[in-house]
């Protein structure tokens, strides 16, 4: 990001980018026959890692997030800082992730290649995740 810029400015720059991206994932969701609470509970774990992908520097958009973000915000981050985080809720974070990036390849906002990235180490790490949250 520019570094005439200020944090705060960055984050709010970020964040815009970021909303036309949510906007049409729910799209799809809807037009996809999904119900309208588990529309919002995937567009929501998605704004919340957004929020995640500029806690820490470097700040980045979602479409630059990697197999590696996904993996740090699920195995650290989300289980200590979400004071909701349970077994449920990352079951919950993983088909979101999947819907996601899936979304993402298709309408190729991110390369195939990522996509199978991140699919694979969801599927991988499943387990590590649910252990994760389960020690805090």
């Known amino acids: 990001m520019n570094d005439a810029l200020t944090y705060d400015q960055q984050v709010e720059a970020i964040l815009?980018?970021?909303?036309?991206?949510?906007?049409?994932?729910?799209?799809?969701l809807a037009h996809s026959g999904v119900s309208a609470k588990?529309?919002?509970s995937h567009v929501d774990n998605m704004a919340f890692f957004a929020?995640?992908?500029?806690?820490?520097?470097?700040?980045?958009?979602?479409?630059e997030a990697t197999s590696g973000d996904v993996w740090m915000f699920l195995s650290d981050w989300f289980p200590r800082k979400a004071l909701w985080a349970s077994a449920t809720s990352v079951r919950a974070y993983l088909a979101s992730f999947r819907k996601f990036f899936r979304w993402m390849g298709d309408t190729e906002h991110v390369p195939q290649e990522k996509v199978t990235e991140v699919l694979t180490m969801l599927k991988d790490e499943r387990d590590a995740f649910l252990r994760a949250v389960a020690a805090w």
């Open 51 to 63: 929020t995640y992908l500029v806690y820490y520097d470097p700040l980045q958009r979602l479409d």
């Open 38 to 40: 588990t529309i919002q």
């Open 16 to 28: 815009a980018y970021n909303q036309p991206l949510l906007d049409s994932f729910q799209d799809w």
